[in-house]
């Protein structure tokens, strides 16, 4: 069955430190993979779209990369902030009309 | 003002009851999308159109039905609510010819919390 797969548990990490949130997924062969950051009451909002012929793509301490051999995509933030703590969600693109499937998220709390 | 604005925000109501979430959009996007979200089960798609004369199940549509009113604007219906339709709610919206090569990027609402007693 086709399953996209975050860390369900909350990762937490000092201020000053870079986050690492990972993205599996099986089963999918998508064309590109996006990530959303959702922060609490509020709806998702874009942040960072990858596709799969590109290995790496960066916007300011934003980093993501995408390994389609692994069946994974990596997301980075590094100089974190406290204002950086929020559920981040990635998403890809399923079937037809490019709908787009997401993971549950994983919440990040970055600690001053 | 929002670009895609979702009324209610909030509602709680009583099994059986009919209700409907209501989603308009300034973003002049032709598709547009209702998602549910809950707890460690991240979004869920219910129906999606791609224009104002296409409309199409998502994952999860049993106990749904929406209607596509004009291009800005999609309501989303439960036509006889249950418990476990208890959710938060996001209309979603997404441009069909768009500066990211076609890659579908969507633009949220705030979100509807429905509680179904």
């Known amino acids: 069955s086709q399953k996209i797969e975050q860390n369900s548990e909350a990762l937490n990490i000092q201020e000053g430190k870079t986050a690492t949130l990972t993205c599996n997924y099986t089963?999918?062969?998508?064309?590109?993979l996006q990530w959303y950051r959702q922060d609490p009451g509020r709806g998702p909002v874009f942040l960072l779209l990858?596709?799969?012929?590109?290995k790496e793509k960066r916007k300011e301490r934003l980093k993501v990369t995408f390994d389609t051999t692994l069946k994974q995509s990596l997301f980075h933030i590094t100089a974190s902030q406290p204002a950086d703590s929020a559920t981040y969600l990635c998403?890809?693109?399923?079937?037809?009309?490019?709908?787009?499937?997401f993971g549950a998220g994983t919440r990040l709390a970055v600690h001053p | 003002d929002a670009d895609v604005t979702q009324t209610p925000r909030n509602r709680i109501t009583k099994t059986g009851k009919r209700i409907m979430l209501e989603c308009s959009q300034t973003k002049g996007h032709d598709r547009m999308y209702w998602y549910r979200q809950d707890p460690g089960l991240g979004l869920r798609l219910i129906y999606y159109s791609f224009d104002v004369k296409d409309i199409n199940k998502g994952e999860i549509s049993d106990g749904y039905s929406v209607s596509r009113q004009a291009q800005a604007k999609f309501s989303l219906s439960l036509e006889s609510a249950i418990p476990n339709q208890t959710a938060l709610y996001f209309c979603?919206?997404?441009?069909?010819?768009?500066?990211?090569?076609?890659?579908?990027?969507?633009?949220f609402g705030a979100g509807s919390r429905l509680t179904v007693l």
């Open positions: 089963n999918y062969s998508p064309a590109y």
């Open positions: 990858i596709r799969e012929n590109e």
């Open positions: 998403a890809l693109v399923s079937g037809g009309y490019n709908k787009l499937i």
């Open positions: 979603a919206t997404s441009d069909s010819v768009q500066g990211l090569g076609g890659a579908n990027v969507l633009t």
